[in-house]
């Protein structure tokens, strides 16, 4: 049958598609860019399909990606022969906004709607990957033509990205892709966004897709002594960057790699390159991002470092090569020594990985303390958004604890509320420590305000004794199983009792203690219920109570945390 059956777009579909067709975004050219960065990811997984399922019989002898342009009809069409798309894959790849990497837009585009006018910005384009759905920009219909590898028919979608699309049965779609873009009318008369253009293609090729493994391929028409030919010219140079000195790369070209294999829209705040020769050889071509993805913390977060090996794209987020608390960080690693069939497994119990693994993270971590030390402003940037994830690290990398505290950075009552310099290192809280004291005091809790206005808090703020103000999740952990940083112990200001006094101190505590013994035997009689023993504190200033926990007692956020947690 070749019923065409007209559906839907998911309703964020719908929205982001409107904001599209009426996009007043400067950037339009970056469609091309993206349907290029699709096509790659295709002919990756075909090549890797073909390698990995013998029965599969498909061609790969000439993957590439050809680009057509017909001035007449006003069409540009990007063309792969790659892995191809089932009809079920069309509908929920094409007609849904349900990848992860746009839940933060689809929150953002909601918000639009609730907020009074339900205009979305046009910025949310350069802020989230818009993806295919950016051919909206410039095409006023698009038509896909694809057949997946293996199947033996195709499908045909077509959309003017106004709500609805149709969907039909088509027998005769080579196998890959096919997306053509009924370009709309331009009024520009300079010709500067004619995407039909030779000159204009080969240059956005050119600046946004130079480094695709793949060739992309355009029909080029020469006259020579009145006479016409065409011939296929390849556009592209197929350097892989991360072969490529570092001196020789542009920022320009990292940035668009980035964005590449990063699937990000944003500009990578730190690049590391990295070779290493010898009996393993193998490239890594690295970027810490300058913004962290919403979904850093939910499960669904997939990408990180790209695992390849001598040049063919083996897998995306090789948890192998980067440990957890840095799966913020992107990039490429291209093994020389690796077989082309290795799994997962295979990496598991590799040494060579977990070497790798080790020198990776070792130069991420320097990279961070360099900037630490010679670029303060990028590093605030980078801990502000990063911060949270790195502490993870405090946890459970034992090797690299100690570059962890030191590139660490906390709120303290010594810098909270200070808009210039958020949060002190712990070399600078050393440095500020007071005579005698022996300690690093922190207190842990849900928000700044709280452990700022805790009553455990008053006898340090009488004596200016500096506390760190942890208020991440993630502290409550780590503060159980760091016990020191340079020979000075980490000290919960609200568990066990803290000796802050001077003998003098003591002397006078002493008669106020047994002035009180009385009553404070009456109250622990009465209270015996509740609290374990009713002591008379030196602490507290200006409130006349507070509740402390023993020295091995859990927190109370921890606490809150377990009960919600059902334990
Ligand atoms: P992203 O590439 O970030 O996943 P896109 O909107 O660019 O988001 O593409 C959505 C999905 O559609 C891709 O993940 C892929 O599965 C599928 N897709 C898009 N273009 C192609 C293509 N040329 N060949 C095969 N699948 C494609
Ligand atoms: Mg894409």
Same mark, same amino acid.
């Given at each position: 049958?070749?019923?065409?059956?007209?559906?839907?777009?998911?309703?964020?579909?719908?929205?982001?598609?409107?904001?599209?067709?009426?996009?007043?975004?400067?950037?339009?050219?970056?469609?091309?860019?993206?349907?290029?960065?699709?096509?790659?990811?295709?002919?990756?997984?075909?090549? @890797?399909?073909?390698?990995?399922?013998? /029965?599969?019989?498909?061609?790969?002898?000439?993957?590439?990606?050809?680009?057509?342009? *017909?001035?007449?009809?006003?069409?540009?069409?990007?063309?792969?022969? #790659?892995? !191809?798309?089932?009809?079920?894959?069309?509908?929920?790849?094409?007609?849904?906004?349900?990848?992860?990497?746009?839940?933060?837009?689809?929150?953002?585009?909601?918000?639009?709607?609730?907020?009074?006018?339900?205009?979305? %910005?046009?910025?949310?384009?350069?802020?989230?990957?818009?993806?295919?759905?950016?051919?909206?920009?410039?095409?006023?219909?698009?038509?896909?033509?694809?057949?997946?590898?293996?199947?033996?028919?195709?499908?045909?979608?077509?959309?003017? #990205?106004?709500? &609805?699309?149709?969907?039909?049965?088509? %027998?005769?779609?080579?196998? #890959?892709?096919?997306?053509?873009?009924?370009?709309?009318?331009?009024?520009?008369?300079?010709?500067?966004?004619?995407?039909?253009?030779?000159?204009?293609?080969?240059?956005?090729?050119?600046?946004?897709? $130079?480094?695709?493994?793949?060739?992309?391929?355009?029909?080029?028409?020469?006259?020579? $002594?009145?006479?016409? &030919?065409?011939?296929?010219?390849?556009?592209?140079?197929?350097?892989?960057?991360?072969?490529?000195?570092?001196?020789?790369?542009? *920022?320009?070209?990292?940035?668009?790699?980035?964005?590449?294999?990063?699937?990000?829209?944003?500009?990578? @705040?730190?690049?590391?390159?990295?070779?290493?020769?010898?009996?393993?050889?193998?490239?890594?071509?690295?970027?810490?991002?300058?913004?962290?993805?919403?979904?850093?913390?939910?499960?669904?977060?997939?990408? !990180?470092?790209?695992?390849?090996?001598?040049?063919?794209?083996?897998?995306?987020?090789?948890?192998?090569?980067?440990?957890?608390?840095?799966?913020?960080?992107?990039?490429?690693?291209?093994?020389?020594?690796?077989?082309?069939?290795?799994?997962?497994?295979?990496?598991?119990?590799?040494?060579?990985?977990?070497?790798?693994?080790?020198?990776?993270?070792?130069?991420?971590?320097?990279?961070?303390?360099?900037?630490?030390?010679?670029?303060?402003?990028?590093?605030?940037?980078?801990?502000?958004?990063?911060?949270?994830?790195?502490?993870?690290?405090?946890? @459970?990398?034992?090797?690299?604890?100690? &570059?962890?505290?030191?590139?660490?950075?906390?709120?303290? &009552?010594?810098?909270?509320?200070?808009? *210039?310099?958020?949060?002190?290192?712990?070399?600078?809280?050393?440095?500020?420590?007071?005579? !005698?004291?022996?300690?690093?005091?922190?207190?842990?809790?849900?928000?700044?305000?709280?452990?700022?206005?805790?009553?455990?808090?008053?006898?340090?703020?009488?004596?200016?004794?500096?506390?760190?103000?942890?208020?991440?999740?993630? /502290?409550?952990?780590?503060?159980?199983?760091?016990?020191?940083?340079?020979?000075?112990?980490?000290?919960?200001?609200?568990?066990?009792?803290?000796?802050?006094?001077? /003998?003098?101190?003591?002397?006078?505590?002493?008669?106020?203690?047994?002035?009180?013994?009385?009553?404070?035997?009456?109250?622990?009689?009465?209270?015996? /219920?509740?609290?374990?023993?009713?002591?008379?504190?030196?602490?507290?200033?200006?409130?006349?109570?507070?509740?402390? #926990?023993? *020295?091995?007692?859990?927190?109370?956020?921890?606490?809150? @945390?377990?009960?919600?947690?059902?334990?």
């Amino acid at each position: 049958t070749t019923q065409v059956e007209e559906r839907e777009f998911q309703a964020e579909a719908r929205q982001l598609l409107e904001l599209l067709i009426h996009s007043v975004y400067s950037n339009k050219d970056t469609f091309l860019r993206e349907l290029i960065s699709n096509a790659s990811d295709a002919l990756d997984k075909l090549r @890797l399909e073909a390698f990995r399922n013998k /029965d599969l019989v498909v061609d790969t002898d000439d993957l590439h990606i050809q680009i057509e342009a *017909d001035k007449e009809a006003r069409t540009l069409t990007v063309r792969d022969n #790659g892995i !191809g798309m089932t009809r079920d894959e069309v509908v929920g790849l094409i007609g849904t906004l349900a990848k992860s990497g746009t839940a933060e837009l689809r929150r953002a585009l909601a918000e639009a709607r609730k907020a009074d006018g339900g205009e979305a %910005p046009s910025e949310l384009i350069g802020q989230f990957g818009v993806g295919f759905y950016s051919t909206f920009m410039v095409a006023d219909k698009v038509t896909m033509v694809t057949r997946k590898a293996g199947e033996a028919t195709g499908t045909r979608w077509e959309s003017a #990205g106004t709500g &609805t699309y149709t969907i039909e049965e088509f %027998p005769e779609a080579p196998q #890959g892709t096919a997306i053509t873009l009924h370009l709309k009318d331009s009024d520009d008369e300079d010709h500067l966004y004619d995407y039909t253009t030779e000159w204009k293609i080969r240059e956005i090729v050119k600046r946004y897709s $130079d480094f695709i493994s793949w060739p992309i391929r355009m029909e080029q028409e020469s006259t020579v $002594d009145g006479e016409t &030919t065409t011939e296929m010219v390849t556009l592209n140079s197929r350097k892989a960057l991360w072969a490529r000195p570092k001196s020789e790369v542009t *920022d320009e070209e990292y940035t668009e790699f980035y964005r590449h294999i990063g699937h990000a829209w944003d500009e990578p @705040l730190e690049v590391i390159s990295m070779r290493a020769e010898g009996t393993f050889e193998y490239q890594a071509l690295l970027f810490v991002p300058t913004h962290a993805p919403h979904d850093l913390f939910t499960r669904e977060h997939k990408r !990180g470092v790209q695992l390849y090996v001598k040049r063919v794209f083996i897998m995306d987020n090789c948890e192998e090569l980067m440990p957890q608390y840095l799966r913020f960080i992107k990039g490429v690693v291209d093994a020389q020594d690796l077989s082309l069939n290795v799994s997962r497994e295979i990496l598991q119990q590799d040494r060579q990985i977990s070497r790798i693994q080790k020198r990776l993270v070792k130069k991420v971590l320097s990279t961070i303390k360099d900037l630490q030390a010679n670029d303060p402003g990028k590093y605030r940037a980078f801990w502000g958004e990063f911060g949270r994830v790195l502490k993870e690290g405090l946890l @459970l990398d034992f090797d690299n604890r100690e &570059t962890l505290l030191e590139i660490s950075s906390f709120v303290s &009552t010594h810098t909270a509320g200070n808009a *210039d310099e958020p949060w002190t290192t712990l070399a600078g809280y050393v440095e500020r420590m007071q005579d !005698g004291q022996e300690h690093i005091y922190y207190m842990t809790g849900e928000s700044r305000q709280l452990v700022e206005n805790s009553p455990h808090m008053e006898a340090f703020k009488a004596k200016g004794l500096e506390v760190l103000i942890l208020t991440d999740p993630v /502290d409550e952990m780590w503060v159980d199983s760091v016990h020191e940083y340079n020979g000075k112990q980490f000290r919960s200001i609200a568990k066990g009792d803290i000796d802050l006094d001077s /003998d003098e101190d003591k002397e006078k505590h002493e008669e106020q203690d047994q002035e009180f013994a009385d009553l404070l035997a009456a109250l622990k009689e009465a209270l015996s /219920d509740t609290v374990k023993d009713v002591r008379l504190s030196h602490r507290l200033t200006n409130s006349p109570a507070c509740l402390v #926990g023993d *020295d091995f007692d859990i927190t109370p956020t921890l606490e809150k @945390l377990y009960r919600a947690s059902g334990q």
